[in-house]
């Protein structure tokens, strides 16, 4: 039997989750967990993307910045902006929105991404330890998936 499960109603819950999590660990003293989102060139369904995980980690309080720079920006300004950032310790998270344009090597660049910053979780270092089961950041759909199987406890 076909069962229909609300993606509305989980989003709703996890982000009531995280929003907690989030004012417990301000609370506790500790500031505020900051985002840093790279966005090269005008693909409008990347921006369009962007802004909605930059409004998602503002309704559970977290910080961030979206970091635009042009399509026809070199690869290696685009590694030196992300070891800035990798070495920036008021950054907690960065992702570099994909796809990148044809001239930028993406594996290249997701693996300057730090793999304790790598929040899609497409860092070598990750994705390896996400396929051996140890603990990694998780691409954001199957962790989605897994996480709708978990609540639901359909699929299993």
């Not at 506790?28 to 990347?46: D, F, I």
């Not at 503002?58 to 800035?84: F, H, M, Q, W, Y």
Request: charged share 25%; net charge negative; glycine share 6%.
């Amino acid at each position: 039997d076909a069962v229909v499960i609300s993606g509305r109603k989980l989003a709703r819950q996890i982000r009531q989750e995280a929003r907690h999590e989030v004012q417990q660990w301000v609370a506790a003293g500790n500031r505020r967990p900051h985002l840093s989102v790279v966005l090269v060139g005008e693909n409008p369904a990347s921006h369009s993307y962007v802004l909605n995980k930059t409004k998602a980690a503002a309704d559970v309080g977290i910080s961030s910045e979206t970091i635009l720079r042009p399509a026809s920006i070199s690869e290696e300004e685009l590694l030196e902006l992300i070891a800035k950032l990798n070495s920036d310790t008021a950054v907690d998270g960065l992702l570099v929105q994909l796809p990148l344009p044809e001239h930028i090597d993406e594996r290249r660049v997701c693996n300057a991404v730090s793999p304790h910053k790598d929040v899609d979780g497409f860092h070598v270092l990750n994705v390896g330890r996400m396929c051996l089961d140890q603990d990694s950041m998780l691409p954001a759909t199957p962790r989605g998936v897994w996480e709708i199987i978990q609540r639901t406890g359909e699929g299993i």
